[in-house]
């Protein structure tokens, strides 16, 4: 419980956030600072879209996929993600929208650019803005101020843009209440799985293997490969190497005096009655007639902690007498922390509603805020300015390297002369891993654009900068059967136990749309027919491993229709569904709920503003893509 209520003392909705990257190194549309890049893969209204800048937005969306999933994908879950025309739509929104802005005459005064790039954290030391922090931030990431500010401008201008596209979004009530009662109807199922993995009695010869792989070689093809040697020039090395003076550490302290100080903590108990966000009035009122009288209980000299122990919803705290530890006000859902930090040391609460349910508060001790003090900070900014330190003497030492290396034969050759130590990889993919690098995703990028014996720039990574250089590389082959065949036998055991579990459930659907009775029919055939509990509309259902499109239609179902067109395929197999029951959302849960619901509709109507927006500059531009390229 502890947990969720600091994770939820934030919004209540998913909070975007605009620049949440310190700095974004790549923008599309910089067209002029990449003339040099002459292979056109699109046109808008007579503007390019170059290769260049085609392969920066690939590849940032590959990268925020392979974060998303873990960091190794393979080559044919990437291709169905439509990685190619994504990157290529939003190339073209960029231009669209830049074009539009244009046409508006909307500018970006020098004024204004300045200042938002004085404001970008990582161009400041110690709060400040600092031109050679400036310089030395834009040179690791290969590019110059006038590109990086031609980039800024754009994307200040469509901030402007954007809020005059969306600043006439407004929400009524009667929409929020008709997407609030969209959205909290609740149906229940009954239903027959058909899992592929019961039956066993599946067999497969070896012809058929043969067969099987004749006929889908390429679904067991190798991807292109590398082999990489690298330099790491690790931070932590460097740190021995860094110096701080006394001055640094009081400046860095003076400005950022604020996060040294101590905030006022709280130790408390609390007690639990739980009620759920969507339960009735008279739920609500009977767990706070509970609280009351566990109040009374407390206030009349009973152990609190024992009350919680007895009386308290909240396996994580119960057991330990509701005991929450020391905690700052931030760290609590708002109206725990505003009743919990307007108390004094032994006071104990009126019940306090939060989204979890009524609590009895108890404050146990108080630690009053505490002013910083610079002998109290010193040891921890001193750590803090020599890594900021290292880093920057590490990358002057890969940047000294790199530049050593233009010439040279080969890499390891100038690594030997400073007494460096080289490593290599085995052979990687683009999108597997790589032998002793975490960020395997970042190096594949660079070592699959880099020619043969060429040394890249300093790459930074969360340990250190690397300097690569491909030495080897595999093209992609399809391999003979021996290597895969178990692979291969799996995946058609797998097929031909998929097609008989589709085939048994079509027949069952089949039986019941002629008028055969659920639960009967489910015994005749030997069938275990179940039901679920009632689930909203984007919940997950427990008992089912369904996505979003299979509940979309079981909501489509009704009592007169309970049955669907076909059967539904879950990740684990079929399913037979029929519509049990449905309950319509209780309107009194609304008013509460108002904000929050208006909130989600404003972004959906702007996001669906957005779309139809783009369709109409689409439909009145003219956008030429280069022939067989999304191909």
Known sequence: MLSL????AGSWLIKVALGAIVVVFVFWGVGSYREQRKSRIAVVNGTAISLGEYRSVHDQLMEQYRRQFGGVLDEKFMETLGLRKKALDQLINRRLLLQEASRLK???TKEELAGAIRQVPAFQTNGQFDPKQYQRVLARNRMNPEMYEEGKKEELLLERLQGLVLGGVKVSDSEALENFKWLEERVSLDYVAFAPSSYEDVKVTQEEI????????????TPPRVKIQYLRFGFKEFESQAEVSEEEITRHFEVNRKD???PKKLRARHILFRVAPDAKKEETEDAHNKALKVLNQARSGADFAGLARKYSDDPGSKSKGGDLGFFTKDEMVKPFSDAAFAMKQGEISEPVKTPFGWHLIKVEAVQEAKKPALSEAADKIRTKLLKEAARNIAY?????????CYGAEQMADVAAGRQLKVRETGFFSRTGPVDGIKEAGKVAKVSFELGDNVVSEPLELADGYYIVCVIDRKAAEIPKLEAVEEKVRHDLL???????AKKDAEAFLSAIKKGAEFQKEADSRKLKAKSTDFFKRFASIPELDFGQGDRNIAFSLS???????SVIKGRQGYYVIRLKDRQQADPAQFEARKSEIKSRVMFQKQQKLMEE???RLRQDSEIMIEEGFLD
Do not use: C
């Open 5 to 8: 209520m600091r994770k939820h």
């Open 559 to 565: 009592p007169s229709n309970p049955l669907p067109e």
């Open 613 to 615: 927006w783009f369709a």
């Open 396 to 404: 002057d030492q890969a940047e000294e390297i790199y530049e050593a």
């Open 260 to 262: 040294y100080a101590t």
């Open 106 to 108: 909307l500018r970006v």
């Open 494 to 500: 797998r097929t031909r136990q998929e097609e008989l």
């Open 210 to 221: 043969k067969s099987y792989f004749s006929g889908h070689k390429n679904s067991y093809k």
